[in-house]
């Protein structure tokens, strides 16, 4: 389906300039083109911060769920789950998920386990430092910590991440398979059914005894109606949406600091504006730049005229760069009075539950890793800034101790 009317400025858009530099594109699509038809992601792209948070907020117009006979890639590799469902489906798991990540349980059970992780990944790191002149803190920080702490918190063991990180591999192949590759998405399945062995066996186990985890708190709500297959799917699901988004998040905060040295300075000499600065560097470069909905009826957003079934993306992190709301959006402003007006973790019935365990990662990380190295610097020849049009985050991150 491709709409009569003429979209001049959504026409010229490539997937290489989006996943590069989208911010002019999105700046002018805000202003003369909020809602466009982009030939390139065959979909249409909604920019204004209103029209996204209006997408986002009525769950009833706007679903998760294509039309017909077209695939949900996450729900072919995980089963139905969360970002699969809509209405009471949706709202019976999430009831159940959300509580273990809720901000004061995530600080009580999950600020030592972070703290410690930390420090070892710091020390790792002070170690490789002694004996070479630079590091890549992409995978020997921010994925170290994302993939350990979701692991943890689950509550599977943490002595091998080799496992999850191929699990990893292998569900983020299988969801982003668009041409449905059979040897991607059988090996997506396959992945699937291991984990699903790996989930099943810690029920079985926390059925006999509880513990602080994530996955126990789950198996021993009183009020879940969930059966274990709704269990395996969502746990696999908020696995996967811990890791390279929390990842991402860090390595983009390390990077937007070490570009605004003053910012970092102030930041080292009064931690207490680390929190807006973390909100800022989500603003600015949104992990997640995207949320796909499928409206259930004919709409109109803006006045244009969308048909039932079509794709949109409420481009998140355009959003996040409307001058209608955030004064000189692409200027990174850790002080910004309303940084965490931000939609990077999307808004109304689907909001990203695990929000304040990568805000605890980040708050308790990030200040452990510049007090051990507070002359941390990028270095310029290997600079590789955030890009990707769907995850945004710095290909590589090498720095220097001094
Ligand atoms: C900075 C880190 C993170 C970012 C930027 C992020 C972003 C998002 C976004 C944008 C959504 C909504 C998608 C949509 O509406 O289409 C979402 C949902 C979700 N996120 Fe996150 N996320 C992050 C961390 C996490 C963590 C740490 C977890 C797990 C502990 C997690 C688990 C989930 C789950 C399960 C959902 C689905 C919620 C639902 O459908 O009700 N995320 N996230």
Sequence with gaps: MTPTQNFPIGATVTLDQMSKNPYPIFQQMIAHEPVSWVPAFNMWLVTRRADVLELLRDAETFTMEPEGDQINPMEDTFGPMMLSLDGPPHKKIRDVFVEPYRPRHARKFYSGLITQTAAAIVGNIAK?????????????????LAVSIVVATLGFPVDDLSQFRDYYADFGAAIGNIKFDPTIRERGQRAFQTFRQLVLHEIDTLQQTANDSVLSQIVHDAKSQLTTEEI?????LTFFGGVETTAAMLSNTIWALLKH???LADIQSNGVLLPNAIEESLRWESPVQTAMRFPVRDVEIAGIPIRKGEKIYGMLSAANRDPGFFDQPDIFDIYRPNANKHLSFAYGPHFCFGAPLARLEATIALPMLFDRFPNLSLIAEKETPPAGHEFRATPTLIVRKK
Excluded: K, R, W, Y
């Excluded at 002694?130 to 995978?139: A, G, K, R, S, Y």
């Excluded at 395996?232 to 696999?236: D, G, H, Q, T």
């Design 232 to 236: 395996v799917s969502n746990v696999a």
């Design 128 to 144: 490789h430092l002694d004996q070479h002149d630079e590091i890549d803190l992409n995978q020997a920080f921010s994925d170290q």
């Design 261 to 263: 040295p003053d910012q």
